[in-house]
Structures are given as structure tokens and as C-alpha cells.
């Protein structure tokens, strides 16, 4: 297992454009988050999902926001009429449903950059 | 509602120092905290993981401590190095929450 995958690597869009980004977390967890990190902050939460079932949203997941996590595997967020303030590091991270030394694995993450 | 800060924000020091990186919270009904890395640009990596009835954890030359009751945690750097320039982010994990709180994160420089 080579950790958690994000795809792509960078994502430069037109403003009103959709974008979607794709995860593949670690193959045995069954949780998977995704966070946004603006630049000099640290990561903040948007969603988790436990197999296929999305247990929590934060109030950052606007309309324009949805994801999904269709079989229990991998996972993809979508950002519908992306405006400027949507530009920021989204990331990725899995963990194990039972407690464990190792708590998140994170992805190397998607850079999108709204012009 | 939980919140998590880190001091100093910027730090830089020379090769061979040992250092201490703070990071306190508010709220000490904390399931778990890590301290991880984050390289420019890159993702984050996991240091270290300490769970809330542990007090410390220990990896090479990082060593990370734990006080619920005060709301603090320390991560020790021994023998600094060139290669550990990076952000250091901590993030705890509440009771009954999945979710990860964050520090803004301790940006090291360490110059040879």
C-alpha cells in the first residue's frame, strides 16, 4: 500500500468553473476526511465519511460543495461555480476504524488555483 | 468549542540546537493529539501520535508531551538539523468527534 493518493497534484480553473478532485485512501481504513488549508493556516475540516455513509459536513461545505465516497473506497470532491476564495490546498487523510498508534495518514493533497 | 494554538509561530535556530515547539488548547476532553510535518507545498506527515492516557511518545530524535489537564503539549527537537526546516502543525482530536482541530502551525528554519 503506497499511503493515501490524491489526484491531480494542481488544478488551475476558470472562475465559474467546476472541478473535481479524486482520493484513494490507505485500502484497510474505513474512515476517510477531507480538509482545506489556506495559505499560513493550518488544515480545517469539511467532511468525513465511515465506508460509504457521510457522517459529518462543516458548515465551510457550502451548496456549491458535495462529496462522495460511492463504494466504501475511494473519494472524490466536487466544487461547482468555483469563485477566487475557493483557492487553497484540499486534502485528504484515512484512518483505521479501531483506535491505533498511527491516528491520520494524510495525501500529499490538490492545489487548486481559481484565476 | 475547541481551539488550538501554537507559539512561537516562526522559529530559526542553527544546526545542532535543541528546541521546543508549544502547543496548547482549550478544551482538555481531547481523545488524541498529533504532531505532524508539513514541507512547502507538500502534505502533512505524521510525527507522532499521543493518546490522551499517555504523557509522552518518543521517535528518534523527537520526543512529544502530553498535559490534558493544562491543555498543553511540547514537541522536543534534540540535535537539530538542516533537513527538519519545515511547518510543525498539532491537531487534537476531541472525545466523541472524528474531526481534527489544527494549530496555524510553528514554522522552523534550522541553518547549517
Known amino acids: 500500500d503506497t499511503g493515501v493518493s490524491q489526484d491531480p497534484r494542481h488544478k488551475i480553473t476558470k472562475r465559474g468553473q467546476n472541478v473535481t478532485f479524486r482520493c484513494d485512501p490507505i485500502s484497510e481504513h474505513n474512515r476517510l476526511y477531507w480538509y482545506r488549508q489556506t495559505l499560513g493556516q493550518g488544515p480545517e475540516f469539511l467532511t468525513y465519511f465511515q465506508n460509504e455513509a457521510q457522517l459529518e459536513k462543516s458548515r465551510l461545505l457550502s451548496d456549491r460543495f458535495s462529496a462522495e465516497r460511492p463504494k466504501g473506497s475511494f473519494s472524490t470532491l466536487e466544487i461547482q461555480r468555483t469563485e477566487q476564495g475557493d483557492s487553497a490546498m484540499y486534502l485528504c487523510?484515512?484512518?483505521?476504524?479501531?483506535?491505533?498508534?498511527?491516528?491520520?495518514?494524510f495525501g500529499s493533497g490538490t492545489r487548486l488555483t481559481v484565476v | 468549542k475547541q481551539e488550538v494554538t501554537q507559539i512561537p509561530a516562526a522559529l530559526s535556530v542553527p544546526e545542532g540546537e535543541n528546541l521546543v515547539l508549544n502547543c496548547s488548547f482549550t478544551?482538555?476532553?481531547?481523545?488524541?493529539l498529533q504532531w505532524f510535518r508539513q514541507d512547502p507545498g507538500k502534505g502533512l506527515t505524521s510525527l507522532l501520535l499521543?493518546?490522551?492516557?499517555?504523557r509522552e511518545q518518543t521517535s528518534g530524535r523527537l520526543n512529544a508531551s502530553l498535559d490534558k489537564s493544562s491543555g498543553r503539549s511540547t514537541l522536543y527537537i534534540a540535535a537539530s538539523q538542516p533537513g527538519d526546516s519545515a511547518t510543525y502543525l498539532c491537531a487534537v482530536q476531541n472525545t466523541g468527534f472524528q474531526k481534527l482541530v489544527f494549530g496555524t502551525g510553528t514554522r522552523l528554519l534550522v541553518s547549517p
Open positions: 499521543i493518546q490522551s492516557s499517555q
Open positions: 478544551d482538555s476532553a481531547i481523545y488524541n
Open positions: 487523510a484515512s484512518s483505521p476504524h479501531q483506535p491505533s498508534n498511527y491516528g491520520y495518514t
